[in-house]
T-cell receptor, first 112, second 113 residues
Framework: GENVEQHPSTLSVQEGDSAVIKCTYS??????FPWYKQELGKRPQLIID?????GEKKDQRIAVTLNKTAKHFSLHITETQPEDSAVYFC???????????FGAGTILRVKS | DTEVTQTPKHLVMGMTNKKSLKCEQH?????MYWYKQKAKKPPELMFV???????INESVPSRFSPECPNSSLLNLHLHALQPEDSALYLC????????????FGPGTRLTVT
């Protein structure tokens, strides 16, 4: 079955710096890759997603890149702010399935 | 309405109790999900319903019993749980087909004593 690896497990950055979180997936049939942000005690919230027919997607300070050949995708957050501190999960999903496979998560701490 | 609601928010139950978790969405989504999440871990898929039929059961113990009475409601019936079942139980919903986004509810924090 699909396996998603996520690195790093924790990431500390200074406010204003950039943060990058990387994920690799195993099943070449996967074609949808969402990123969720989960603050303490709250629900996971989708922050950005990408489908396999594009290589990059941006939404203000957040961007996701996808390399289908290498089977990895990354989340980039620029100009980090303290409110970006949370756990971030990547996930993958196959075209005709309902199942999301999550990475282990990254705890991001933005120091002010 | 782009919200998934769950009740109760918190639940404490003994190992001999029977209780139910409820989930509701009014976005017209035809896929609904139950996840279990332990602290600092990713959500673990338990069950998926598609068009009110159970389509995925991730080898969940029979003490968890899902039910989908209609396209807007999803229940999880709990019986004879173990302390290790204590976790955050998340419901989610999505469209089927090309739009994949899963919307999560706020979860039920379950403690089994």
């Amino acid at each position: 079955g699909e396996n998603v690896e996520q690195h790093p497990s924790t990431l500390s950055v200074q406010e204003g710096d950039s943060a990058v979180i990387k994920c690799t997936y195993s099943d070449s049939a996967s074609n949808y890759f969402p990123w969720y942000k989960q603050e303490l005690g709250k629900r996971p919230q989708l922050i950005i997603d990408i489908r396999s027919n594009v290589g990059e997607k941006k939404d203000q300070r957040i961007a996701v890149t996808l390399n289908k050949t290498a089977k990895h995708f990354s989340l980039h957050i620029t100009e980090t702010q303290p409110e970006d501190s949370a756990v971030y999960f990547c996930a993958s999903r196959m075209e005709y399935g309902n199942k999301l496979v999550f990475g282990a998560g990254t705890i991001l701490r933005v120091k002010s | 309405d782009t919200e998934v609601t769950q009740t109760p928010k918190h639940l404490v139950m003994g190992m001999t109790n029977k209780k139910s978790l409820k989930c509701e969405q009014h976005m017209g989504h035809r896929a609904m999900y139950w996840y279990k999440q332990k602290a600092k871990k990713p959500p673990e898929l338990m069950f998926v319903y598609s068009y009110e039929k159970l389509s995925i059961n991730e080898s969940v113990p029979s003490r968890f019993s899902p039910e989908c009475p209609n396209s807007s409601l999803l229940n999880l019936h709990l019986h004879a749980l173990q302390p290790e079942d204590s976790a955050l139980y998340l419901c989610a919903s999505s469209q089927t087909g090309v739009s994949y986004e899963q919307y999560f509810g706020p979860g039920t924090r379950l403690t089994v004593t």
